[in-house]
Nanobody, 116 residues
Framework: QVQLVESGGGLVQPGGSMRLSCAASRSIFGINIMGWYRQAPGKLRELVASMTNAGEITVADSVKGRFTVSRDDPKNSVDLQMNNLKPEDTAVYYC??????????WGQGTQVTVSS
């Protein structure tokens, strides 16, 4: 059973930066898309940013220009660099991998709180 292990969450002040990392516990066959979602209290889970094998990047409008997604395929890992954080970025962030044969993997979630 593949597990996605996330790290890097916590408390940060508005305007600060934080980097989230996610690595698979073992190699995943046929990875197509790697990325991050988030879910704030009382809201639906939403896509934050993702990257395909071809390098195509999708970024939510709310974080464009502030968040950057990157992946390291040999390591089966994906990172999310978050700059100029705002209180509305407060949420649980989930790593996501979509692979061949419609396999979808989720991390356990890491809390990011932006507050002074």
């Amino acid at each position: 059973q593949v597990q996605l292990v996330e790290s890097g969450g916590g408390l940060v002040q508005p305007g600060g930066s934080m980097r989230l990392s996610c690595a698979a516990s073992r190699s995943i066959f046929g990875i197509n898309i790697m990325g991050w979602y988030r879910q704030a209290p009382g809201k639906l889970r939403e896509l934050v940013a993702s990257m395909t094998n071809a390098g195509e990047i999708t970024v939510a409008d709310s974080v464009k220009g502030r968040f950057t997604v990157s992946r390291d395929d040999p390591k089966n890992s994906v990172d999310l660099q978050m700059n100029n954080l705002k209180p509305e970025d407060t949420a649980v962030y989930y790593c996501n991998v979509r692979a061949a044969f419609h396999h979808v993997y989720w991390g356990q979630g890491t809390q990011v709180t932006v507050s002074s």
